[in-house]
């Protein structure tokens, strides 16, 4: 039986409370569930398992991060971690046994301790979730992988040392150590299979990829040598490469149901050396079968579809399989249970020459093959005589008859003995485990056929066995799933079992024992109907009280006391020996006592069931004469009791011996007949007329309730739509009362709520006026406040505007009285330029008067030379040729002289003329920059003028504009020239003689000439004696040159006095605009 473990809130204790023991049907040792304490529908889901190195105990981790140590050789759990999220991978076998490794929902890989319970290493890196841990063989180094990268780990210092990281598209399958070498696998989603060295990550070699047979890898395993890698993906194909020759050794073809192989496990094998020849395959249907490599057969197979398996792991030693099912349960099985039926006896290794006469009789299947056989002696038959009187006489051992018939009852199939059989079953009791099954198969001689059985249960579940849910309701779905087809194909098989109430109880045993395998559980069943069952149909549906009554006789023999204490209490044989028969002991037996039980039933005669039923009554006579009330005696054959099974078949063997012929079941039933081959037997031992009747009734009874239902259901919706109306029309009227007295209550309440309001709101004006009242006297308050704030910043403002005024009169007085001091120095400096001007101009003058001086006495020795020439020309005219030749020289020298003198002449009065010409020129164009400068002039004192008589007008005391405006006149006085000054003064008169300014400047510059001067200025020479002014022209030419120069210097000096007078100007006007900006912004503010 299947025992089931809570693991609830414990966080320790035991895995089972008795010793488990692994059905050969299942396998199962114990199912560990942790539901939530309660809701019990609720299921906390395991997800992943791991084995330690020895496979005695194992970590699993469920979904909300809980890691649970499981020691089964201890036979105790414990939960040592709470990581708080789900665990995606599991590592156990570290080099150091307490330690391992678990991968989280976070994409990072934890180190624990089982004992402390502590963290030991937090290792990060990863970016995607952790599908897979591998630890190499020493335990040192691990490798955690993830669909984009795979790390390599020491696990000493908990560093990471490589690093693979591959492209996206691409991506890992699992990369792993193989077993006993130092290289490392990488699988990757394009079937591509690469071999590293560990140390240097070198690249040892690369699986070829088969294109034209690719099965999209997804799983993959390898044997504990290393040698063989086994690779499934999305197919019912099975790749084997031997990583020896790293060439695929062999294909195998799983069965068509396999689509997706999901996952694979080596079995491993005490004595195989490494070379695992077993392999779990585990299916998309949730079903792991486990195949042999080699004979590619299939072993046995664990999981159900309704509930299959997620993962499952074997532990290295090859005894446990653990493995997490679609619901989140835990599942361990027990590999021997499994691969019992595997391990059967070998083919007899002694073998017995039989003569001619044996080897024929053994052709024809009557002699029998066992490990031993004995040879028994028997009679020489003489031949008769006759017309075989002359043939060759040969001798012929015979048998009696007798012992052959003996034998031939007693063989067995598969080489069994049936004698043989039952002197083991009464040396030891009952059968080997081992080979219990295989026994009974041999006892019960099935024929086991497949294509009837196949037929049967092709026709579906049959409709007397649809709800079988319902009234038996087991745990397993799978065993309630065969149950209901081999009850099914009973039905099929013959139509009483579709009405035999009791057929579930009976065949339950029998089908969890064949769970497995469903032919023989069904033909089990009908074997035990056909041969145990004998005569149990005939007063069908009443139990067969032939039968009961031939117990009833047994036990009346061999003990008249129970049988009359049960008759007092008037319990008759259908009260307890019938309970007993239809559920053929499974209720008052323990499994192993049952199974025990069966050895001898099925090694006996058919009645021996019924001596079994008296044996069972006359071991329980003591309890059964001290109960005194029916209800407990009733009670007594439905329980199980405090019974020595031993006692009871040795009890049933005594009756079998000692029960007479007369009252001997033995009479009555037939001795065993197996199931016919090919086809099953009809079985019809049963009154069809009431079987069918019975149909009958119940597919009429079927059909009135199918109508009264439909009526019923009808008269239902009926009274359902009536009273939804009733309910609808109550919940209406009581809704508009509802409404109405709502109606009333929100009048009243808006009533009261208007009241409210108007008392508000004549509280709310009060306070409104109280408000505006106190808001009025602190704006009041404010700007009072505000206009004396205001009336001191006038104040300090027009402070600080005079304070800015003083300081700015008191700047504009230092700059004046600089400006002043500075046209003073320039004045001098002036004064001095025109000292040392006429001080060089004296010089020249007397310089050129002394060259005129020179020239005329050079003149007058000239002339003194020509008079004594002459007079020496009037002394030769007294000699005609000397005189001749004298005057001609001398008009010749005198003619020269004439002409020397007139082109000297003519040369300074051309030069006259041009100079004339030239500062006439210049004259004209110093008049022209002089006007232009004095309108300049003009309008910008105009402009003063008008901004000062502006300002002055917006000054509210007359005698300070008065004063200012004195102050003002003084300091332009005194700041601007005498001619600019007067100009200013004289006012239109100026303006209008601004046209003319060439006379103003001839006038101003005239003023300090002499007459002379002027004279030559004017071109008013005397002209007169042209001949005798020679030398006057030469002195008042050079005397002009000199006073030209002079003049020229005193132009520039002029125009660079202006410019500067301009630039002064310029400040005036800049402090006057900035002083008016500042008497504005006084007046804005007042």
């Avoid at 049907?25 to 309660?38: A, E, L, Q, S």
């Avoid at 069943?525 to 139990?543: G, K, L, M, R, S």
């Avoid at 009025?776 to 910043?793: G, I, N, P, S, T």
Wanted: charged share 25%.
């Amino acid at each position: 039986m299947q025992r089931v473990t809570d693991l609830g809130q414990k966080e320790r204790g035991r895995i089972w409370h008795r010793k488990p023991s692994a059905s050969a049907g299942d396998g199962v040792i114990v199912n560990v569930v942790h539901n939530v304490v309660g809701y019990p529908s609720k299921i906390i889901r395991f997800l992943h398992v791991a084995f330690d190195t020895a496979g005695e105990a194992f970590l699993a981790g469920d979904h909300q991060g809980n890691i649970y140590v499981f020691d089964l050789s201890r036979n105790s759990f414990k939960l040592v971690q709470r990581t708080g999220q789900a665990c995606t991978a599991l590592a156990y076998n570290l080099r150091r046994n307490t330690e391992y490794l678990v991968a989280l929902a976070d994409y990072s890989v934890k180190c624990f301790d089982t004992e402390t319970k502590e963290l030991v290493s937090w290792m990060k890196g990863h970016e995607s979730t952790v599908s897979s841990i591998s630890v190499d063989g020493s335990g040192r180094y691990a490798i955690t992988t993830s669909v984009d990268t795979a790390q390599l780990w020491d696990l000493d210092t908990f560093q990471r040392k490589r690093k693979l990281n591959v492209n996206s598209s691409v991506g890992i399958q699992k990369v792993y150590f193989l077993p006993l070498s130092n290289t490392i696998l990488s699988c990757f989603k394009d079937d591509s299979v690469f071999a590293w060295e560990s140390d240097t990550l070198h690249c040892k070699y690369q699986l070829p990829v088969l294109d034209e047979s690719r099965i999209h890898y997804k799983s993959f395993a390898v044997t504990r040598d290393g040698r063989v890698l086994v690779a499934g993906g999305k197919s019912n194909f099975l790749h084997l490469w031997c990583l020896t020759t790293r060439q695929l050794q062999r294909i195998i073809q799983m069965p068509p149901k396999v689509r997706t192989i999901r996952h694979l496990e080596f079995l491993p094998d005490t004595f195989d050396g490494g070379s695992s020849q077993v392999i779990g395959v585990l299916s998309q249907d949730g079903i792991m079968r486990f195949i042999n490599i080699q004979t590619c057969k299939l072993l046995f197979d664990i999981g159900s579809l309704d509930n299959g398996i997620s993962t499952a792991t074997v532990s290295p030693n090859g005894r446990y399989i653990a493995a997490v099912l679609e619901d989140g349960s835990l599942t361990i099985y027990s590999v021997r249970a499994l691969s019992q039926e595997i391990n059967k006896p070998p083919p007899p290794l002694v073998k017995i020459v039989a003569d001619r006469e044996k080897t024929e009789d053994s052709k024809n299947g009557s002699v029998p093959s066992g490990l031993k056989m004995r040879v028994t002696s028997g009679k020489v038959e003489r031949p008769r005589r006759g017309k075989s009187a002359g043939r060759e006489v040969q001798a012929r051992i015979l048998k009696p008859s007798g012992t052959i018939l003996e034998d031939k009852e007693n063989m067995l199939p598969a080489g069994l003995n049936k004698k043989r059989l039952r002197a083991l079953l009464k040396e030891f009791g009952e059968y080997p485990e081992k080979y219990r099954m295989f026994i009974w198969r041999s006892l019960l001689q099935l024929p086991e056929n497949h294509a009837a059985f196949s037929s049967l249960t092709d026709k579906g579940t049959h409709p007397a066995y649809l709800g079988i849910h319902e009234k038996y309701p087991i745990k397993s779905r799978k065993l309630l799933r065969i149950l209901q087809r081999v009850l099914s194909a009973m039905a099929h098989w013959s139509t009483i079992f579709s009405e035999v109430s009791y057929l579930p109880l009976l065949a339950f045993p029998f089908v969890k024992l064949f769970q497995n395998n469903q032919l023989i559980g069904f033909e089990v069943v009908a074997t035990i109907i056909v041969n145990w069952c004998q005569h149990w149909f005939e007063y069908f549906p009443n139990p067969p009280i032939n039968l009961l009554g031939m117990i009833e006789n047994i036990l009346a023999h061999h003990d008249k006391e129970l049988l009359q204490h049960l008759v007092n209490y008037n319990i008759t044989s259908q009260s307890y020996a019938w309970p007993l028969l239809e559920t053929l002991f499974s209720e008052v037996l323990t499994r192993t006592e049952w199974l025990k039980l069966f050895d001898n039933i099925f090694s006996n005669h058919p009645s021996f069931l019924l001596m079994a039923v008296a044996a069972y009554l006359i071991c329980s006579r003591a309890p059964l004469l001290h109960c005194n009330i029916k209800e407990d005696l009733e009670n007594f054959f439905h329980h199980r009791n405090n019974l020595d099974l031993e006692a009871v078949i040795k009890e049933a063997y005594h009756l079998m011996d000692t029960t007479p012929e007369d009252v001997h079941p033995k009479c009555m039933l037939d001795d065993f007949v197996p199931l016919t081959k090919g086809q099953y037997p009809i079985f019809n031992k049963y009154p069809e007329f009431i079987i069918n009747y019975q149909t009958q009734e119940r597919e009429r009874i079927w059909r009135e309730e199918l109508k009264y239902l439909k009526e019923r259901q009808l008269a239902h919706e009926l009274q359902a739509e009536s009273v939804r109306r009733q309910a609808e029309n109550a919940a209406w009227y009581r809704q508009q009362e509802l409404l109405q007295e709502a109606e009333e209550q929100r009048r009243r309440i808006l009533h009261e709520e208007e009241q409210k309001l108007v008392e508000q709101r004549v509280r709310l004006a009060a306070v409104n006026r109280e408000l505006k009242i106190k808001e009025l006297q602190v704006l009041d308050a404010a700007q009072r406040r505000f206009l004396k704030h205001q009336q001191e910043q006038q104040k300090s403002e027009l402070r600080r505007l005079d304070d800015e005024i003083d300081r700015k009169i008191a700047l504009r007085d230092k700059e004046t009285a600089a400006l002043i001091q500075d046209i003073e120095v320039r004045n001098m400096e002036l004064e001095m330029q025109k000292r040392i001007f006429e001080q060089q101009l004296a010089k020249e003058q007397e310089a050129t008067s002394r060259g005129v001086k020179g020239q005329l006495g050079i003149n007058w020795i000239k002339g003194d030379i020509e008079e004594q020439e002459f007079k020496n020309q009037l002394e030769m005219d007294q000699h005609p040729d000397v005189e001749e030749y004298k005057n001609t020289i001398g008009e010749l020298a005198g003619t020269n002289q004439l002409s020397n003198n007139e082109d000297w002449q003519a040369q300074m009065l051309n030069k006259q003329r041009e100079y004339s010409l030239d500062r006439k020129k210049s004259q004209g164009e110093l008049a022209r920059l002089a006007s232009e400068s004095k309108e300049k002039e003009v309008k910008l004192l105009d402009m003063m003028k008008e901004l000062e008589d502006k300002q002055w007008a917006e000054v509210a005391q007359p005698q300070v504009y008065q004063q200012r405006k004195g102050d003002g006149a003084a300091w332009r006085r005194q700041l601007l020239p005498d001619g600019v000054n007067e100009g200013m003064e004289l006012g239109d008169h100026t303006h209008r003689n601004s046209h003319d300014p060439y006379v103003r400047l001839y006038d101003s510059r005239t003023k300090g000439l002499t007459k002379r001067e002027r004279d030559l200025l004017l071109g008013s020479g005397d002209q007169k004696h042209a001949s005798l002014c020679l030398n006057d022209m030469s002195l008042d030419s050079s005397i002009q040159l000199s006073l030209d120069r002079g003049r020229m210097d005193l132009e520039r000096k002029e125009r660079e006095l202006m410019t500067g007078v301009r630039e002064l100007r310029q400040k005036l006007a800049t402090r006057a605009r900035q002083r008016y900006s500042t008497n504005s912004l006084t007046d804005s503010t007042t």
